[in-house]
């Protein structure tokens, strides 16, 4: 499975931004993780189509919404009153079988896209 991810940018604080990423095929939870300089991968959010259920990271709950199109095989992350604390590259991830105790942890991934950058300055 290859994942592309697409939308970061440079933006102002508050601003909101769009993050898209789209698979290859079919997969049953994809979300996102950040990961900013000298700091450990971050569980943002996840979102699984068969058995349901989107999962939240604590840094970023209240200020996003996860979507996805399973027709095309995409998923989308809208940030709303970005902070310079959310500047980090977001990577997509995917998987089947991850289930709801371990969705905030990257090991559940198997699939990763190769990451956006995300600069939200003050």
């Known amino acids: 499975?290859?994942?592309?991810?697409?939308?970061?940018?440079?933006?102002?604080?508050?601003?909101?931004?769009?993050?898209?990423?789209?698979?290859?095929?079919?997969?049953?939870?994809?979300?996102?993780?950040?990961q900013a300089p000298g700091k450990e991968r971050e569980f943002v959010v996840a979102?699984?189509?068969?058995?349901?259920g989107t999962y939240y990271g604590d840094s970023v709950k209240g200020r996003i919404t996860i979507s996805r199109d399973n027709a095309k095989n995409t998923v989308s992350l809208q940030m709303n009153?970005?902070?310079?604390?959310?500047?980090?590259?977001?990577?997509?991830?995917?998987?089947?079988g991850v289930i709801a105790s371990t969705a905030h942890l990257s090991r559940s991934y198997a699939y990763w896209g190769q990451g956006t950058q995300v600069t939200v300055s003050s």
Do not use: H
């Open 47 to 52: 979102s699984r189509w068969i058995g349901g």
């Open 81 to 96: 009153n970005l902070k310079p604390e959310d500047t980090a590259v977001y990577y997509c991830a995917a998987s089947n």
């Open 1 to 34: 499975v290859q994942l592309q991810a697409s939308g970061g940018g440079v933006v102002q604080a508050g601003d909101s931004l769009r993050l898209s990423c789209a698979a290859s095929e079919r997969i049953n939870t994809m979300g996102w993780f950040r």
